[in-house]
């Protein structure tokens, strides 16, 4: 990628009562990341969510792996779309509460 393609950083401090997304991120760092998604096709941007949300499924299930060293792969894909479903789903269509240490 040559300099010519990479988002500016502009060297303005933030507007009164700005906020970072994260608190130890600058304001130009944040603007400087903005811009790039900004430069983002359609596809690549869905092309990131998509990985983004695979990378955060996988930490989940590494977590649950860790929390439950004795489940099955079943067990821990359960466990995983009661992230997603909520308990009171999990109870109401499968009958599985997920708050109990064992199915």
């Not at 860790?66 to 909520?86: I, M, V």
Request: proline residues 6%; without cysteine; hydrophobic residues 30%.
């Amino acid at each position: 990628m040559s300099n010519d393609s990479l988002p500016s950083l502009s060297r303005k401090s933030s507007p009164p009562g700005y906020k970072t997304q994260s608190m130890d991120t600058s304001y130009e760092a944040e603007q400087f990341l903005f811009d790039a998604y900004r430069r983002l096709s359609p596809s690549e941007k869905t092309d990131h969510l998509i990985g983004s949300s695979r990378f955060v499924q996988e930490l989940k299930l590494a977590g649950l792996r860790l929390r439950y060293p004795n489940a099955s792969e079943e067990q821990l894909r359960l466990r995983l779309a009661a992230f997603r479903l909520g308990r009171e789903n999990m109870i109401r269509l499968l009958g599985l509460d997920p708050n109990q240490e064992t199915w």
